[in-house]
């Protein structure tokens, strides 16, 4: 029987946006070959004055590009092998073009414009190349459609995704299903520790559960514990501390429900120093970890002060240039923290007008706002880092300001994956999707996503019915 030809190898000829948005697409097309339009070449040279992140990346494709080309002019009409550059990750070849696009577009849509200039390219290497596929990658929308119209396949770039369904991010809980101790239970040990119950189990459930994950089963008897260590189908669980009762309280609150339970008792937990908190408005991200930062600063003395900071990207049109300095310019950023520190100090009734005003200028002096502008190259020590709307971070900045976190110090993201306002960023592309999804099992991180609503029924139903 005669042996298939192997498919031929795709050409995916890349636009400008793509190696803006990632630099290393390069080497992210696996055995297949890439191929840059000279319009796509001048676009970037266009884009890379600045200092914004377009700017750098912009930089950081014209680069690597240099550094591939550079010692092989010779090469550039057979292809440039891309594989010693990648570390083998990448077999195929780049090509450059090398000569004037002989086809115009069907359309005689004017060759002023890059994007026709681009798609003038594909239409003339498919007739060089009938036998290929040829695709065009691409993040622009219009481009897509343009070149769907003109018969040509085109794809979005999806390889900066960490999930594609973000309905399968790891949520940090697991119910425990009924027949869990019948399946779980034989051999079963527990013992007490530290005022815990702890339980070692062995089953077929236990090697899907990630350490630091939290387990519940609601019955007559709930159990809510957290998974402390995972040795190949054996298990060791802890029963958490219940902060619902008022005399765990936080900073005098409490939990209402089942996953702010969970939250606080990562956010007290001086082993854990990442922390990762999801949720729609109103669940209690921002004040859990200003009731759980308050308590560790001020009465455990663990951390030495609160520093908040978060991405000024705004909701409507931007208002301009800010008066004063770096705290009083991010002041109009920081609404939320204002409101729950309100919050936070009425809980106290008992010290009066003059106590509770003397109680808000000390909790002032130990919280600072920072500007994400001047993080890099700092290091934080003994600090607890609140980074609020974290989803409007790219992975690239997530990566900067959680490697300033030096010896001591609580890094704590809060956002919302359905609010992003950065653009360009959708949920699956958001870096706190991909801090969540890399530090899940990491025996000093922690991730809950918040369920329920608690700031009041009209939020709770605009959230759910808008």
């Known amino acids: 029987m005669p042996r298939k030809a192997a498919a031929p190898t795709k050409l995916f000829v890349l636009d400008t946006n793509v190696l803006m948005h990632d630099p290393t697409s390069l080497f992210r097309f696996e055995e297949h070959d890439i191929f840059l339009p000279m319009g796509t070449l001048e676009e970037l040279d266009h884009n890379k004055k600045g200092m914004t992140e377009v700017a750098r990346n912009a930089r950081q494709a014209s680069r690597f590009l240099d550094e591939i080309v550079s010692g092989c002019e010779d090469a550039i009409e057979a292809g440039i092998p891309l594989s010693s550059h990648s570390r083998k990750a990448a077999t195929g070849r780049l090509f450059l073009q090398t000569r004037m696009a002989r086809i115009e577009t069907p359309l005689s849509l004017p060759n002023s414009k890059v994007d026709n200039q681009i798609l003038g390219v594909i239409l003339s290497l498919r007739e060089e190349q009938p036998r290929r596929p040829i695709i065009l990658v691409s993040k622009d929308i219009n481009m897509r459609i343009k070149a769907r119209a003109l018969g040509l396949p085109a794809e979005d770039y999806f390889n900066d995704k960490v999930l594609e369904d973000t309905d399968l991010l790891y949520a940090g ?3 425990l299903p009924e027949d869990f101790w019948d399946r779980h239970g034989k051999g079963i040990e527990s013992w007490q520790a530290d005022g815990h119950t702890w339980y070692r189990v062995k089953g077929p459930l236990v090697t899907r559960l990630l350490v630091n994950e939290f387990v519940y089963q609601e019955s007559a008897s709930p159990l809510y514990a957290i998974v402390k260590t995972i040795k190949g189908n054996v298990a060791e669980l802890q029963t958490i501390k219940d902060y619902s009762h008022q005399k765990n309280n936080v ?22 120093d990442f922390v990762t908190l999801l949720g729609q408005a109103g669940t209690g991200k921002t004040l859990l970890t200003l009731a759980a930062g308050l308590m560790q600063t001020l ?4 951390y030495s002060e609160i520093i908040m900071t978060r991405v000024t990207v705004p909701v409507g049109e ?3 240039f800010l008066p004063g300095t770096e705290e009083e310019k991010m002041t109009p950023w920081m609404g939320a923290l ?7 100090n009425k809980t106290d009734d008992s010290a009066g007008d003059w106590g509770r005003a003397a109680t808000q200028d000390l909790i002032r002096s130990r919280i600072k706002v920072k500007s994400l502008n001047f993080m890099r190259g700092r290091t934080f020590l003994n600090k607890y880092l609140i980074i609020d709307e974290a989803q409007n971070l790219t992975p690239k900045q997530m990566k900067t300001l959680i490697t300033r976190a030096g010896p001591g110090t609580k890094v704590v993201c809060l956002g919302n994956i359905s609010q992003i306002d950065t653009p360009y960023l959708t949920e699956g592309s958001s870096g706190l999707t991909y801090v969540v999804d890399r530090f899940k099992g990491w025996p000093h991180g922690g991730h809950i996503t918040l369920a329920r609503g608690e700031r009041s029924r009209l939020a709770d139903w605009a959230a759910e019915m808008l």
């Open 338 to 344: 204002e409101d729950n520190l309100d919050v936070l």
């Open 299 to 302: 009465e455990h003395k663990r």
């Open 251 to 272: 900073w005098g609150i409490t939990a209402r429900n089942r996953e702010q339970n969970f939250a606080l008792n990562v956010l007290m937990d001086p082993e854990v």
């Open 173 to 175: 809980v697991r119910e």
């Open 318 to 320: 931007d208002i301009g």
